[in-house]
């Protein structure tokens, strides 16, 4: 399994950046995807999950300004993130368990800065 994460980049604080991530390759079934990010000097930390009944898990410093998504067949999974903080920098990496395996993409920077 493959993911292929979308570009990060700089944003101003306050203002809004959508990530996307897509899965493919031998793909049996996906139970989650999510978000999870690593600042400098810091361990990663969730961001969002989403399971493919629908139900999601945010972490509390992001809860009302960041919403995760899926497409209908749960292989690409979005993240749009509002009103960012500098506190939001880090790198966002994607993730996926498929069939009780865990999958990791890349990694993106995102960079909220004035």
């Known amino acids: 399994v493959q993911l292929e994460e979308s570009a990060g980049g700089l944003v101003q604080p306050g203002g809004s950046l959508r990530l996307s991530c897509a899965a493919s390759?031998?793909?049996?079934?996906?139970?989650?995807m999510g978000w999870y990010r690593q600042a400098p000097g810091k361990q990663r930390e969730l961001v969002a999950t989403i399971t493919s009944g629908g139900d999601t898990n945010y972490a509390d410093s992001v809860k009302g300004r960041f919403t995760i998504s899926t497409d209908n067949f749960v292989k690409t999974v979005y993240l749009q993130m509002n009103d960012l903080k500098p506190e939001d920098t880090a790198v966002y990496y994607c993730?996926?368990?498929?069939?009780?395996?865990?999958?990791w993409g890349r990694g993106t920077q995102v960079t909220v800065s004035s």
């Open positions: 390759g031998s793909i049996f079934t996906i139970n989650a």
């Open positions: 993730y996926a368990d498929e069939d009780w395996n865990d999958y």
